[in-house]
């Protein structure tokens, strides 16, 4: 239940957007969603180089054949990031990460120290000039004192572009630079957002709560998801 | 003109003790065949360049074939993490490997400098962030708008290896589906190697198809499925299924050797 009201937030973000850049995962997935129940225009960028992508299941890898065959264009990975992210074509990117700071800052690259990390992850992928391309990032990841820490092992990626951080228990945004509490989801407390926060956490002064999810939102996540 | 030979053939001919390699297909056409007969010939202190090493790597280096990776995401998409490497970086098993890594573009960027022969490519991006530290990077100034950029340097690898759906009988090569960046690494590299599924009388020009000459190759070797798990657009699937797979068989070194044993070292070239 948590995980869907995270995918549904998610999924509204993306009302009367034109374009969003996603990974694999839940951004994936809210975002076919959003085409399904809110916006059947939404044109889908995966860093394949697949735009316009339309697809029925939410892919495993941003590779799957069913991205390029139902994509408006198929474009290599110089021209993705160099003609379309780069100059802002790009209207919204859907971003996940291992850590997340006040900032909205984003570590993909390792827990503890570079030269020997506790944690070896990913790394950058299109993560930097995704977030410096697109003019709105939403950051999507799990709510925990692991994830939003204090003090992030390594910059991978710049929150200076990001308007708001999704997660399964609310909703943050940039207010002076910072992260605050904005909204929650239902039947979560602020003083539960706060103990799942690894820094001391700013709460606007009215905070929302996020509408219920709708029927056929439920009908719609649960038969995409049931489609494997 | 590029020659059609055996695999075997074509990788002892072209890909030496020390070199650094580019196998390269963006989550799509990764060069499975030929990475395995590298290590069937028991190739040796690598420097492996790959924008997303992916499960082709992660057996390379599980292997102990390569002593330094260049990369931008170093993950199994959509299933975790890659075993084998992250044992190499973490606890230098079975040797130690140096890492450099980039962003996406910043590979892409160096690939394309390559292939258009020129030093390095300008872009915006890594500053402000930790990865310009640790990195090769450096910060120029656009002499006409005063613009603060970075440049980051051509990549040349000694080899690039790719595969493709299909060759004509000289050697010309086309692929379709999501194109990545093996246009720009082959053209990058000294040398290079092209496996296909299929050798066809004449090219059939496809919307959105690739096609390098086949005297910007080296060689052409015929290895059908060549690309699996992977996938080879129009003719096989991605194999989900043995993406998955891998974590449990890459999760334990033991496990790992026996696999390999089994499955590739054992197996012949196609």
């Given at each position: 239940m948590s995980g869907e009201i995270q995918t549904i937030a998610a999924a509204r973000s993306l009302r009367g957007k034109r374009s969003v850049f996603i990974g694999v995962g839940r951004p994936s997935t809210a975002a076919i969603l959003a085409r399904m129940v809110h916006n059947p225009d939404l044109v889908l960028f995966y860093e394949s180089g697949t735009i316009g992508a339309k697809p029925h299941r939410v892919p495993l890898s941003i590779g799957d054949d069913e991205l390029a065959e139902t994509a408006d264009a198929v474009v290599s990975v110089a021209e993705m990031f160099n003609y379309w992210i780069g100059p802002g074509r790009v209207e919204v990117a859907f971003l996940g990460a291992a850590q997340v700071d006040r900032h909205a800052d984003l570590n993909s690259t390792v827990i503890g120290d570079y030269a020997g990390p506790r944690t070896r992850l990913p790394g950058a992928g299109g993560a930097p000039e995704i977030a410096l391309g697109c003019p709105e990032v939403v950051v999507i990841a799990p709510h925990s004192p692991r994830t939003f820490v204090e003090r992030l092992d390594f910059k991978t990626t710049s929150?200076?572009?990001?308007?708001?951080?999704?997660?399964d228990l609310g909703v943050l945004e940039p207010r002076d630079g910072e992260l605050t509490l904005t909204a929650v989801h239902p039947g979560v407390s602020v003083e539960r957002v706060r103990e799942a926060t690894g820094w001391e956490l700013r709460v606007a002064g009215s905070v929302a709560t996020t509408e219920e999810p709708t029927d056929e939102e439920l009908a719609a996540l649960r038969e995409l998801v049931a489609r494997g | 003109m590029a020659d059609v030979v055996d695999l075997r053939e074509a990788v002892a001919a072209l890909v030496r003790d020390g070199d650094a390699v580019a196998m390269e297909g963006f989550t799509h056409l990764i060069p499975f065949a030929a990475g395995h007969e590298v290590l069937r010939q028991g190739r040796t202190a690598l420097e492996l360049i790959r924008m997303t090493p992916d499960v082709l790597y992660d057996q390379l280096i599980g292997m102990g074939a390569a002593r330094r990776l260049v990369f931008s995401y170093a993950g199994n998409p959509g299933v975790g993490s890659l075993h084998r490497i992250r044992d190499a970086v973490e606890h230098g098993w079975p040797r130690p490997l140096e890492l450099e890594e980039h962003s996406h573009a910043g590979m892409a960027n160096r690939y394309a400098a390559g292939a258009a022969g020129m030093p390095c490519a300008l872009m915006r991006g890594y500053v402000g962030t930790d990865l310009e530290r640790h990195t090769r990077v450096e910060r120029v100034t656009c002499p006409?708008?005063?613009?603060?950029?970075?440049?980051?340097?051509?990549?040349e690898p000694d080899v690039a290896i790719v595969h493709a759906q299909e060759a004509d009988r000289a050697g010309n090569v086309q692929l379709w589906g999501i194109p990545g960046v093996q246009k720009e690494a082959v053209l990058a590299a000294k040398r290079s190697l092209v496996t296909v599924e299929r050798i066809v009388d004449a090219l059939e020009l496809r919307p959105g198809g690739v096609v390098l000459p086949g005297w910007t190759i080296d060689a052409v070797a015929v290895a059908p499925g060549g690309s699996r798990p992977s996938y080879a657009h129009g003719i096989t699937r991605r194999d989900n299924d043995f993406y998955r797979q891998w974590d449990a068989i890459s999760r334990d070194r033991e496990r790992f050797a026996a696999w390999m044993e089994a499955?590739?070292?054992?197996a012949v070239a196609a």
């Open positions: 929150g200076a572009h990001t308007t708001a951080v999704i997660t | 006409f708008t005063g613009e603060q950029l970075v440049a980051v340097p051509a990549l499955n590739v070292l054992a």
